[in-house]
């Protein structure tokens, strides 16, 4: 166990930066820990260029959930729009630099209803150019772009209605 003491040093040597804390351990199981502690945190990845970060990227959900009334709610509507703005913002403001490459959308971008043969379609009010406009703009300027849909027939947003009414029993 630990004194307070100890764990206030160790504190401020790691907020200094300094990492010298096999040093300052002096029960043998607390070495052989914190020496396991230290092996493991220094362990390399492969160096094949895969991963080099987590995914990073920007997705609309948890801001601006299913908003798609663009003339009552212009400045949280989701569109095409919205979607180019943070996509130059990563671009041109540095996140791309640090990793940040994928601009993901979420629920509500399709029609309401499928088309005749039973595919989602973007809705041609928010997104004039399709999604595949959007994707190009996005691509141009360095960029990924994801794009979200469950895998049953209602997405979490209750899109698109086709007329099912799902029930649990």
Known sequence: VY????????YQRRVRGCCLDVLCVTDTSS???TLLLVLLHAATALDNGLALTPPMGWLNWERYRCVTDCVKDPENCINAELFLTMAKHMAYDGYADVGYQYVNIDDCWMERTRNDAGL?????????????GLADQIHALGLKIGIYEDYGTHTCGASPELGITLTMT
Request: aromatic letters at 12%.
């Open 3 to 10: 004194s307070d003491n100890f764990l206030k040093q160790w």
């Open 31 to 33: 070495r052989m820990i």
């Open 120 to 132: 989602l379609v973007p809705n041609p009010d928010l997104f004039p150019d399709g999604v595949d």
